[in-house]
């Protein structure tokens, strides 16, 4: 009896665990076909890497190019000076100035023409006044032999051999210098050449042109006397007349 109900035990306990191993082989199988039959978890899609928005540049206004402003005239300038006006204007030739005034050569060296003046600065007219003393006809004959009644410009003086001044038969000489430069008699050099003005130049030279103590003169032209065709011819005729007598 005893043992019946061990068997009994036994029995109900294997059923019991065959029973609880039968379930479990059941829901393991149970779950794996749920999971063979279900569909495939779809991982919720990853959105994408936003970027922020390009910011398009902002539209420049409409741009008017500036207004550019009229020129602004110019201030009217005079013509050119005279060449009394140009020597006056400047103070290195304040001396030259004022003995143009005192001898009566500034008029006309303003007027109009074509004059060329040879133009010595104060430094120059001081040296002649430590060896010389002028009187005011010296000063006035000086300076008309320092002007020219034509225009020579600088290269103009290189082709010729004298200036006619306004002191008449009294020319200035003109040469060349070993370096090339125009001379005035001999020693004076032009310093500044070609200063135009509105009746002549200025060439601006580096001393007082002393005239020469024995100045070059010209030869007179030479006038050919009148042949006496007739009284030759008279002669003649006495001579043959006389011959034939004879």
Do not use: W
Request: glycine residues 4%; aromatic residues 4%; neutral net charge.
């Amino acid at each position: 009896m005893k043992y019946y109900s061990l068997l009994c035990a036994a029995l109900v306990v294997g059923v019991a665990a065959a029973s609880s191993t039968n379930e479990k082989k059941a829901i393991i199988n149970l779950r794996k076909l749920q999971d063979a039959t279900r569909p495939p978890k779809t991982p919720p899609p990853t959105p994408p890497a936003t970027r922020p928005p390009k910011t398009p540049p902002p539209t420049p206004a409409a741009t008017r190019p500036p207004k550019t402003p009229a020129p602004t005239p110019s201030p009217t300038t005079a013509g050119p000076q005279s060449i009394a006006q140009i020597v006056c204007s400047t103070t290195d030739y304040s001396t030259l100035c004022n003995y143009l005034k005192s001898a009566g050569l500034y008029e006309i060296l303003d007027s109009s023409g074509t004059y060329t003046l040879f133009a010595p600065n104060n430094d120059a007219f001081n040296k002649l006044a430590s060896v010389a003393d002028l009187t005011n006809d010296e000063i006035m004959g000086l300076l008309m032999y320092h002007v020219a009644p034509i225009i020579h410009t600088y290269n103009n003086l290189m082709t010729i051999d004298s200036v006619d001044t306004m002191v008449p038969a009294l020319p200035i000489a003109v040469s060349t210098g070993a370096d090339g430069d125009v001379l005035l008699n001999g020693n004076v050099k032009i310093t500044t050449p070609d200063i135009e003005a509105s009746n002549g130049i200025i060439q601006v030279i580096d001393q007082v042109i002393i005239p020469p103590i024995n100045p070059p003169t010209r030869p007179a032209p030479v006038t050919p006397e009148p042949t006496l065709m007739g009284k030759s011819s008279k002669h003649s005729s006495k001579s043959s007349k006389y011959s034939s007598m004879s």
